[in-house]
C-alpha cells in the first residue's frame, strides 16, 4: 500500500543464468544440457529455482561443492538489517532416493556452499533449488 515514491517499485528483473559448479577444492563438477536456473529480482530480493543434473561423475574430492548465484549476496554493512547471510536445504535425488541438503551463503559472496562431500556426487543425480537472498 501507500502512494508515495518510497513504495514505488522500481527494480523488477527475471531472467535465467546458467548454473556453475565446483568442489570446495576448484575442481569443475560436469553437468547435463539441464543447467538452466531461473531468478526474479525485485528490489533487493532474489529468488532462484530450478533443476541442475550431474553430468558423467568420475572422481571428484572436497567437503562441499559450490554453485553460482546470479547477483552478489548482500555485503557485511547490511547484514543486521537484510539478513545477507542465509541458508536452508536443496532436495537432491541420487537415482530416486530423494534427500534434503544444507546450503549456506555469506556476505558479499557470487556463490553458496552445499554441504555435501562432493566425493559422494554421482552420475546424473540431481539438485532441486528453490531460495530467496538480498543484495546491496
Known amino acids: ?25 576448484g575442481g569443475v563438477v560436469p553437468l547435463t544440457t539441464i543447467k538452466i536456473l531461473s531468478y526474479t529480482k525485485i528490489g533487493r530480493k532474489v529468488h532462484i529455482q530450478g533443476m541442475i543434473r550431474l553430468g558423467t561423475i568420475s572422481s571428484l574430492s572436497g567437503a562441499f561443492f559450490q554453485i553460482n548465484l546470479p547477483f552478489t549476496t548482500a555485503s557485511s554493512s547490511t547484514i543486521d538489517l537484510y539478513a ?10 541420487d537415482a530416486g532416493t530423494i534427500s534434503v541438503v544444507p546450503f549456506a551463503f555469506s556476505e558479499s559472496q557470487t556463490k553458496f556452499n552445499v554441504h ?5 556426487l554421482g552420475t546424473s543425480d540431481d539438485l532441486q533449488i528453490s531460495f530467496s537472498y538480498f543484495t546491496d
Open 1 to 25: 500500500g501507500g502512494t508515495g515514491t518510497a513504495n514505488k517499485l522500481d527494480d523488477y528483473e527475471e531472467g535465467t543464468f546458467t548454473a556453475l559448479v565446483t568442489t570446495s577444492e
Open 84 to 93: 545477507g547471510r542465509g541458508g536452508g536445504g536443496i532436495f537432491y535425488n
Open 116 to 120: 555435501k562431500d562432493s566425493s559422494t
